[in-house]
């Protein structure tokens, strides 16, 4: 069963910088796409950032220039580096992967940005 295991969420200061990881815990055949999606409490889920296969990406206009989004094809793995977080961005932050008929969620890793 394959799973998406995430890391590196936390409570960080205004200004500061986190980088989330996200890998799959097996191999995933035919894997295309990759994302970051995020929910507050109260809020719908929104999508992050995305990254295809061969590094094209997009991301949510609040967070341009100052989160990226990255992979490593080798590792089935996702990451995403914040920088400059404001208290906004404070979310659960879920890894999303797709592709070969298959679609998986992580569990959500809490980021928590303080004023």
């Known amino acids: 069963q394959v799973q998406l295991v995430e890391s590196g969420g936390g409570l960080v200061q205004a200004g500061g910088s986190l980088r989330l990881s996200c890998a799959a815990s097996?191999?995933?055949?035919?894997?295309?796409?990759m994302a970051w999606y995020r929910q507050a409490p109260g809020k719908q889920r929104e999508l992050v950032a995305t990254?295809?296969?061969?590094?094209?990406?997009n991301y949510l206009d609040s967070v341009k220039g100052r989160f990226t989004i990255s992979r490593d094809n080798a590792k089935y793995a996702v990451y995403l580096q914040m920088n400059s977080l404001k208290s906004e961005d404070t979310a659960v932050y879920y890894c999303?992967?797709?592709?070969?008929?298959?679609?998986?969620w992580g569990q959500g890793t809490q980021v928590t940005v303080s004023s």
């Open positions: 097996t191999i995933m055949f035919g894997l295309n796409v």
């Open positions: 990254i295809t296969t061969n590094g094209y990406t």
């Open positions: 999303y992967a797709e592709g070969g008929g298959v679609r998986v």
